[in-house]
């Protein structure tokens, strides 16, 4: 298989603007005129190429984003939402009906899981939570009546490995869809390449990386874009959220870094995870080799681009979490706050924001820890100097002598 670069495909892109601005013009309009009546029914029809109708439907600044993304997957097409969470929610709305059955992931972001958990058996679709690094359990848990497959490519927090060609296997013999959240590993992993038919983002995160905005998006096959999107049945285009145009034009100039931004997050990641399992702390990180499904990290990883900026650290208990948290905090080692994928450093204890929707039960059997806390690492220049001032507050709470 040839060598998979992502990054050059975002960069051999040509999206010019009016007068030949080398960014997308911004289309700051929500309706769209049209010179033939003709040429309008058509474009509501889904007929014509290139006409814009009404902004929720499509516009062209989504559209420049949507390519742009399409590109770095390697799919047909893309499509743009306000959220993460909409891009999720809308693809799983888009293919079950009440009656099917949906085979997850139980570590999956909490918002996720509570979708799946407690919002979906309202429609009657039922779900069944698996170990995904169990491929035998994934394959036992399939039914007559189930749509698809939903995991993350690495899950949050735990940062397992979907063996996503095996699960694409079990989908092609099944004959359902797979998605794939991709959120915590653009450019690393390519899920379509390896398999899965849907790829899911929150673009809030290491996509976009400013967190100044939400934002999600969706890729897949243009059969697939087109029926989220038809303005009689598709999910996105009737529940409508799409994102505004102004914000699309900032990520899509965002995206163009994605690269060497997710190579910096990587190599700090790497430095600190290296590091403190050296000392003795259990650390999760999937560049370790410590790291069960490590092998199959580099198998399905474009290496250039690194084992990611998540890792995450178990202090044992809730207490010494926070209290590492706010040390770090006043220390300037980075922010104690939720979110991902920023150029600052982010921590939070998983157990207690991000994934308290799932219940203390199943954090315990999914081996989320109280004292879990995950570092989203920044894009610190000296990490060394980084490193040492944890290593002083971690002195300073006796959590290392
Ligand atoms: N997927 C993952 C892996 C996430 O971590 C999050 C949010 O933290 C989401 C999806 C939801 O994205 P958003 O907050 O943009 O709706």
Known sequence: ????????????????????????????????????????????????????????????????????????????????????MAAITCTILE?????DHIVTSVTTYGGTFAFLKNYLPKFNIEVSFVNIADIESVERAIQPNTRLIYTESLTNPLLQISDIPALSDICRRNGIQLIVDNTFSPMIISPARLGADIIVYSMTKFINGKNDCVAGAICSSTDFIKRLSDVN?????LLGPVLDPLRSSSIL??????????????????????????????????????????????????????????LAIDFGDHQTSNKIMQLMQENDIGYLAVSLGYFKTL???????????????????????????????????????????????????????
């Not at 990587?266 to 290296?274: I, Q, T």
Request: net charge negative.
């Open 1 to 84: 298989m040839k060598k998979n670069d992502p990054a050059s495909s975002i960069q051999d892109l040509r999206q010019f603007g009016e007068f030949g601005g080398v960014n997308p013009s911004i289309t700051d309009s929500s309706t769209y005129t049209f010179l033939a009546a003709d040429t309008m029914e058509d474009t509501f029809h889904g007929e014509t190429q290139g006409c814009f109708l009404y902004s929720r439907h499509w516009n062209p600044s989504n559209k420049y984003l949507a390519d742009a993304l399409a590109a770095l997957e390697e799919t047909e097409s893309g499509w743009i939402t306000a959220s993460g």
């Open 95 to 99: 293919l079950c009906n009440s009656g």
């Open 233 to 237: 049945s598709g999910t996105a285009m």
């Open 253 to 310: 100039k965002n995206l163009h870094t994605l690269h060497i931004r997710m190579k910096q997050h990587g190599h700090n990641a790497m430095f600190l995870a290296r590091r403190f399992s050296e000392l003795g702390l259990k650390v999760i990180y999937p560049g370790l080799e410590s790291h069960p499904q490590h092998d199959l990290m580099k198998e399905l990883m474009n290496e250039e681009f690194g084992f990611g900026g998540m």
């Open 347 to 401: 921590f939070s204890c998983s157990g207690h924001s991000t994934s308290s929707e799932l219940p203390p039960e199943i954090q315990k059997e999914i081996g989320l820890s109280e004292g879990l806390t995950r570092f989203s690492v920044g894009l610190d220049n000296d990490i060394e100097r980084t490193y040492d001032k944890i290593l002083y507050c971690m002195k300073e709470l006796k959590i290392l002598s």
